[in-house]
């Protein structure tokens, strides 16, 4: 009970100090840009950048501040859970789209890009799927069924998806998996293969965890996913980008010159390169609460100068742009601010750097 109070209070005492005035009911508040400022979405469409957000049902549905900050901001969107496996095929052969179709059709009627996630993952996976005692055969045809499915029902509405995500573990070796144990390390070659079948036009992308740039395991990972994509390649497999995710906190951040270093060794394949999965928490550090902010605004920075000073690098992706949804306190059991707009549509900091890093990548261009 000790524990619950604590936690409430301090949940209370972080709402408090972020926003700067009570806010009067949501429907009547409109949300303006920073004074004089461009949009980060006009920012990035003057060099063709994609500047993206994961989002929520929750938000869509219920938030018209969170409709509006989302269409103004970014130029594409991910869905955060819509079109997981257990999402999308909850029962064998039965497909709920409701919810994709839902976001797919909020986007492409306001000139947002949709980016699919994720479709061959060890998490978020049906009690079905976990509880059966498969055959080899059993398991391509279900992956089969299940990518051919989901990327031929969004064809041409969907730019680009999340092909496989997170195959390599914390030691870079390949992932202890159900597709591994039951298809073997083909399964990864085999998605790319049918994702392109079933939309041939469609950006096919691989998504990784923690190749972040700072120390001996990162740079371990980043040669681990080199060389795995490098085999797909040579293999012929259909493969358009790479993304990186960036899941960090103010207390233990890789620097501007470590992610760098990452993108320029990744970009050497020839590919795309998205940094994603975007957010910065401030728990762990005991600085005070102006302090964290500024440190998270100068992180947020120097991730978003390594993309734009790598070439190959054309996109960044938050994993949620308002604290009021954002999956990390229900993860951790603690507040958190990670994002760059604070729970009540109010920029941070980190907004500011975002944009300043827009603005001078442009200006900078010959």
Same mark, same amino acid.
Do not use: C, M, Y
């Given at each position: 009970m000790r524990k619950k109070y604590l936690w409430f209070v301090g949940l209370l005492l972080m709402l408090l100090v972020t926003s700067s005035c009570a806010m009067p009911p949501v429907e009547s508040v409109a949300v303006p840009n920073q004074a004089g400022a461009l949009s980060l979405r006009s920012l990035a469409q003057a060099q063709g950048f994609g500047i993206g957000s994961a989002v929520t049902l929750k938000g869509l549905r219920k938030d018209e501040r969170y409709r509006q900050v989302l269409v103004r901001e970014f130029t594409q969107i991910m869905p955060e859970n819509a079109m997981k496996f257990n999402a999308l095929q909850p029962q064998r052969d039965r497909f709920n789209f409701a919810a994709a179709d839902e976001i797919v059709d909020f986007a492409n009627d306001r000139g947002l890009?949709? /980016? +699919?996630? @994720?479709?061959?993952? #060890?998490?978020?996976?049906?009690?079905?799927?976990?509880? +059966?005692?498969? $055959?080899?055969?059993?398991l391509l045809d279900i992956l089969h069924k299940h990518i051919t499915t989901a990327v031929s029902r969004y064809r041409g509405r969907? /730019?680009?998806?999340?092909?496989?995500? =997170?195959?390599? *573990? @914390?030691?870079? *070796?390949? %992932? !202890?998996?159900i597709w591994l144990r039951g298809i073997g390390p083909e399964y990864i070659d085999l998605a790319f293969q049918w994702a392109r079948e079933a939309d041939p036009n469609a950006r096919l992308f691989y998504n990784e965890y923690d190749p972040s740039g700072w120390g001996a395991r990162a740079e371990q990972k980043v040669d681990a996913l080199y060389n795995l994509i490098a085999g797909m390649k040579e293999r012929g497999v259909p493969i358009d980008g790479i993304g990186l995710q960036m899941h960090v906190k103010v207390s233990d951040a890789p620097t501007y010159e470590g992610v760098k270093k990452s993108l320029e060794r990744l970009a050497q394949l020839d590919? =795309?390169? #998205?940094? $994603? =999965? $975007? !957010?910065? %928490?401030?728990? +762990?550090? *005991? !600085?005070?609460?102006?302090? #964290?902010l500024a440190t998270q605004a100068q992180i947020y920075d120097g991730l978003i100068r390594a993309c734009l000073d790598v070439p190959r690098c054309n996109g960044f992706w938050f994993w949620g742009f308002t604290d009021r949804y954002s999956w990390i306190s229900g993860f951790t059991g603690k507040p958190d601010g990670p994002l760059i707009f604070d729970r009540f549509y109010q920029p941070k900091p980190a907004y500011d750097a975002i944009a300043q890093a827009l603005a001078e990548s442009e200006a900078s261009r010959p």
């Open positions: 890009k949709v /980016f +699919g996630h @994720t479709l061959v993952w #060890q998490r978020a996976l049906p009690a079905w799927l976990k509880a +059966g005692n498969w $055959t080899r055969e059993e969907v /730019f680009a998806w999340d092909v496989v995500n =997170e195959a390599l *573990s @914390t030691d870079s *070796s390949l %992932r !202890d998996l590919l =795309e390169i #998205q940094i $994603t =999965e $975007t !957010d910065v %928490r401030l728990v +762990g550090s *005991s !600085d005070p609460l102006a302090t #964290q």
